[in-house]
């Protein structure tokens, strides 16, 4: 496929797209209802499906009864941390695999003209952006994820939170169900804003932006204190009256969903001519960027506190311009 017919390449050998990243059109003013049609199944898939179904997997084939899980029993739980380890390196590698390793489809549609393994760096262990990746995604993000879920999970099945039954109040549940990736996206936004304050920055949120170029495992390279606050997001169904399996939807939305925004490629290729679009460029532009972009674009809190850079030449002369008037603020600043 010619991604030059859909974007283009600078001399240093950056892609990017033609149209500029864009929020949900959900919020455009005027509405344009055939634009939101069009943008509709996105809302679920293909990624939302797969979680709602590796839910559903999980409830069914990985966890014990209720009755176990009302005791912390190692049995069930490290089966948990074994099926959730090999589920997430399976499914980041398979990109990991398809786009860094065998580079299916060469540089095309890769927004950042390098490949992660040819620049070794020091602030990554073993030099390297995937061993890093890797180790964090293992010795952090694993247990945290398992820790989290074991404690929703123990709660429910010992009756400490209200469980909402699909048979009594099927719609109130599918309700929740849809306000779901809205869920994500404010938690997600929060704390987002919350680890770019300079001191949390510098001691926990700066580990995940060591990836200027960012590859499948350095979607959960994260301080774990980043990651109890970004996968923590699953414990509002313990605050809302929810059901154990959206609590798991929620879970895997933000552990395995956190693979999109870390692929680093604007298509993959499938075939000679179709291509799965990867809703990566907002979440590239700040890993590029660092101080815009802090939401994913659902919910349009960038475009209402001015931090959002759509990728075009104009969202670049807005961020130049903020960024100049604030070291003008911090240059204004009298020293003390
Ligand atoms: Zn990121
Ligand atoms: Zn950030």
């Known amino acids: 496929m010619d991604d ?7 001399k240093r050998g950056d892609w990017a797209p033609n149209e500029p990243a864009s929020i949900a059109p959900i919020w455009d003013a005027p ?11 996105h809302y679920f898939a293909p990624y939302d499906i797969i979680w709602i179904l590796s839910a559903l997997a999980w409830w069914h084939w990985v966890l014990p009864d209720v009755e176990t899980m009302k005791t912390l029993q190692w049995g069930w739980i490290l089966k948990l941390l074994v099926f959730n380890t090999i589920a997430v390196f ?16 060469g540089n095309r549609f890769k927004y950042n003209g ?13 030099k390297s952006q995937n061993i890093d990746g890797m180790l ?9 994820w398992l820790a989290l879920e074991v404690g929703i999970l123990y709660a429910y099945a010992n ?78 169904h313990l605050v809302i009256p929810s059901n154990p399996i959206l609590a798991l939807y929620q879970l895997h939305r933000a552990g395995f969903g956190a693979i999109p925004g870390h692929i ?8 000679e001519t179709g291509g799965i679009p990867t809703h990566a460029y907002i979440h590239y532009l700040h890993h590029k960027y660092f101080e815009v972009n802090y939401g994913d674009g659902l919910v349009p809190f960038d475009k209402w506190f001015g931090t959002f850079h759509d990728g075009s030449k104009e969202g670049e002369a807005q961020m130049d311009a903020r960024f100049a008037k604030k070291r003008a603020k911090m240059n204004a600043t009298p020293a003390e």
């Open 4 to 10: 030059l017919s859909f974007g283009k390449r600078n």
């Open 264 to 271: 680093g490629f604007d298509k993959i290729e499938v075939g």
């Open 90 to 105: 399976a499914f980041f590698g398979i990109y990991e695999w398809r786009l860094y390793i065998s580079r299916a489809q």
């Open 159 to 236: 009756g400490y939170v209200p469980w909402v039954s699909f048979a009594e109040h099927p719609y109130y549940l599918v309700v929740l169900m849809l306000l779901m990736p809205i869920i994500h996206e404010t938690h997600f936004y929060l704390i987002h804003r919350l680890i770019h304050i300079p001191f949390l920055y510098k001691h926990v949120h700066s580990i995940h932006h060591n990836s200027v170029n960012p590859s499948p495992y350095s979607s959960l390279s994260m301080h774990p204190v980043e990651l109890v606050l970004y996968l923590g997001m699953a414990l509002w």
């Open 114 to 126: 390098k490949w992660p393994s040819e620049n070794k760096s020091d602030v990554f262990w073993f």
């Open 31 to 41: 509405p344009q209802p055939m634009k939101i049609l069009k943008w509709l199944p």
């Open 136 to 144: 964090r995604t293992l010795f952090h993000a694993m247990p945290i």
